[in-house]
T-cell receptor, first 109, second 115 residues
């Protein structure tokens, strides 16, 4: 079993839709959870991070962690064409980041 | 002013050749990394250096040789290139070896195509 698993998509939604991106992880000791966003032909950049369980909100983005089910989610409200990118969940472990496979999101105007 | 810069951005070469990718960061970070992203966008660590010292070598074939002449630079040399080496190689840096918030700063990638 991979340490972090993510539905690779691709996911295509109309502008204004609510988007839900999800990952599962295997090690219950993980405490920090990150979401990176990667635009086409660019490097990933940190979007949000959360510690332990609960929600964290930043504008239209909400990161959620459910440690009981080892499930992390990123919600995007009122999605915009500029949100079209690949979203990668990531967990720090042993001096490195372990990434999910990435979900490619396309928001159509 | 680019924080993490890699050169070249594109490499196209024949099997069996040798190639190098260079990386520089001006963030003052102590830790630098090489990550490989395959055609399915899966991003996997290859190497990590902290203040010029190798701290992670993630079972990468020894055809891959990282070198850090100082903490602001990390290069990657690849010998005897194979078709499976085709990928995008990302350099990244962080203030400390990844932990806590785990923020890495990535370059724009070097897209290697082996024919």
């Amino acid at each position: 079993q991979k340490e972090v698993e993510q539905d690779p998509g691709p996911l295509s939604v109309p502008e204004g839709a609510i988007v839900s991106l999800n990952c599962t992880y295997s090690n219950s000791a993980f405490q920090y959870f990150m979401w990176y966003r990667q635009y086409s032909r660019k490097g990933p950049e940190l979007l949000m991070y959360t510690y332990s369980s609960g929600n964290k909100e930043d504008g239209r983005f909400t990161a959620q962690v459910d440690k009981s089910s080892k499930y992390i989610s990123l919600f995007i409200r009122d999605s915009q064409p500029s949100d079209s990118a690949t979203y990668l969940c990531a967990i720090p472990q042993g001096g490195k980041l372990i990434f999910g496979q990435g979900t490619e999101l396309s928001v159509k105007p | 002013d680019t924080a993490v810069s890699q050169t070249p951005k594109y490499l196209v070469t024949q099997m069996g050749n040798d190639k190098s990718i260079k990386c520089e960061q001006n963030l003052g970070h102590d830790t630098m990394y090489w990550y490989k992203q395959d055609s399915k966008k899966f991003l996997k660590i290859m190497f990590s250096y902290n203040n010029k010292e190798l701290i992670i070598n993630e079972t990468v074939p020894n055809r891959f040789s990282p070198k850090s002449p100082d903490k602001a630079h990390l290069n990657l040399h690849i010998n005897s290139l194979e078709l499976g080496d085709s990928a995008v190689y990302f350099c990244a840096s962080s203030q400390v070896p990844t932990g806590g918030t785990g923020e890495l700063f990535f370059g724009e990638g070097s897209r290697l195509t082996v024919l």
